[in-house]
T-cell receptor
C-alpha cells in the first residue's frame, strides 16, 4: 500500500505571496492532519480534517487554512507569506475508526520564504 | 495531552540494544504512549504504541511501567540507520493533534 504523498517536495516563495500544498493520504484513510516543523518551535499541529470538515485546529493565524476533498485528499494554503513561515510542512493520515488512531506521515514539503 | 520528558541525546554501539526512556508522570487513564522517529529532514516514522501492556513489533519493543508513569523504547539490535530523533508522545488515541516535544537524538556508532 502506498504511503502518504505530498506535493511539491520543495518550494521557494517570496514574502506576501500565497502557497498551496497538497497531500494524498494512504488509501482508505479518512483523516488528514497538517503539521509545521521549524528548528525553533519543533513540530506543531496546524489542523485536522475528516469527512471534508475541520475537526481540530492548532494555534495558528487565519493565514493558514486547509480543506479536504471527497476523496480524502487535502490541501493547505498559506496566504501573505512571512519569512517565519519557512518550514517543513508535514501531512499525516489515519483511518479514523473513532477510537485508536495511528497517524502516518508523508515526506513533507519544505517551504522557503525569501 | 500529558507532557513527556526525554533525554536530549544518547549514543549506542551498532549491534547493541538501544534503550530510550520517557517519563510521562501525568499520563491519564485514556492516553496511549506513542513512539515516532525522524531521520533528518524526513517525515516522522511511526514505530510502536501501547496503553498499559508491553508491546513488540518488527521494529521495536515498548515497555510501560505498571504505574504507567514511564516507558522505554527498545531497539534490540541497533544499526547505523537507526540514527534519528526519537519522539515519545502521550495522547488520547482518538484525537489527532499530536504534541511533539524535543525528543531524544540517538546516534548509533560503529
Amino acid at each position: 500500500k502506498a504511503g502518504v504523498t505530498q506535493t511539491p517536495r520543495y518550494l521557494i516563495k517570496t514574502r506576501g505571496q500565497q502557497v498551496t500544498l497538497s497531500c494524498s493520504p494512504i488509501s482508505g484513510h479518512r483523516s488528514v492532519s497538517w503539521y509545521q516543523q521549524t528548528p525553533g518551535q519543533g513540530l506543531q499541529f496546524l489542523f485536522e480534517y475528516f469527512s471534508e470538515t475541520q475537526r481540530n485546529k492548532g494555534n495558528f493565524p487565519g493565514r493558514f487554512s486547509g480543506r479536504q476533498f471527497s476523496n480524502s485528499r487535502s490541501e493547505m494554503n498559506v496566504s501573505t507569506l512571512e519569512l517565519g513561515d519557512s518550514a517543513l510542512y508535514l501531512c499525516a493520515s489515519s483511518l479514523f475508526q473513532g477510537f485508536q488512531e495511528t497517524q502516518y506521515f508523508g515526506p513533507g514539503t519544505r517551504l522557503l520564504v525569501l | 495531552d500529558a507532557k513527556t520528558t526525554q533525554p536530549p541525546s544518547m549514543d549506542c554501539a551498532e549491534g547493541r540494544a538501544a534503550n530510550l526512556p520517557c517519563n510521562h508522570s501525568t499520563i491519564s487513564g485514556n492516553e496511549y504512549v506513542y513512539w515516532y522517529r525522524q531521520i533528518h529532514s524526513q517525515g516522522p516514522q511511526y514505530i510502536i504504541h501501547g496503553l498499559k501492556n508491553n508491546e513488540t513489533n518488527e521494529m521495536a519493543s515498548l515497555i510501560i511501567t505498571e504505574d504507567r508513569k514511564s516507558s522505554t523504547l527498545i531497539l534490540p539490535h541497533a544499526t547505523l540507520r537507526d540514527t534519528a530523533v526519537y519522539y515519545c508522545i502521550v495522547r488520547v488515541a482518538s484525537i489527532n493533534d499530536m504534541r511533539f516535544g524535543a525528543g531524544t537524538r540517538l546516534t548509533v556508532k560503529p
